[in-house]
């Protein structure tokens, strides 16, 4: 991410559940009535919704789309099943543009914490203080650069209302890839090592194999546009591998999902023609007690 820029793949992210959101209910995959004040305004809104609407983005990247408005839909039904079975928090791990503490039916009942780069944050309450004013008591918001801080520095911190020992859900959508292993480490020993009994952590990740695999359009096309944004994709989890790589850092019952198996969830009926992404993955593990 550019140095005092707030980060453009979560910008990014947000207009597609901004586009998902104005299909109708029976077409759309995921909702959010703030995705549009979250987005880029303006002639890019438009010009952007032109070229998704003609094609030409799922022809430059096949299945782009569907992976953020299906891995959309099944982090928010993790959440509301969670919730019904008694989740205490919710820590939200760049957060970006999210707007799960503003939009899922009952979440005030919780604790959220949104984490994220100080730059992004600070955009994204701007865009927030336009549309939900004033902001509300359940969600506290924690700067934090996850490649040179730690969870324990910024959310063990005195005040934060952090319970290390509440049943919490641990949300981390469209941030591995960013970051250093030892980044995505010690997240991982944090979550393992201070959350209560029961609680889950989940995320996406790329396979390697398709991180570097030259021939891929789309990959190509992802690294370029990295390039410009700073957002530079560095980490991946071997394909097949990721159930050890989970257990040796504290959790079990793990659950790795693709988009084959989202499929029937979500893309069919008249959904059924869209273009599925290939080479990643979205997993959820609970702590090991």
Known sequence: MKHKQSSASA????????????????????YDPYARAMSAGGLSFFFSKLVIDSGLYDRMAPG???FVVGRERYIDDTLKASMAAGLEQVVILGAGFDTRAYRIAGIEKTRVFEIDHPDTQAEKLKRLKKV???LPAHVSFIPLDFNIQTLTECLLAHGSGYNEHSKTLFIWQGVTYFLTTQGVDSTLVFIANHSGPGSTAIFDYFYNETLHDKSRSDVKMMRRAAQMTGEE???????????????????CEVRNVTFDDLKPLYFNGSNAGRVLPTGLAIVSAKIIA
């Open 64 to 66: 782009a789309i569907s």
């Open 233 to 251: 994709y560095m980490f991946g989890i071997d394909q097949g591998q990721i159930e050890s790589f989970l257990t040796r850092r504290g959790f």
């Open 132 to 134: 939900i004013d004033p």
């Open 11 to 30: 910008a990014g992210v947000a207009f597609l559940r901004a586009l998902e959101t104005q299909k109708p209910e029976a077409r759309r995959i995921c």
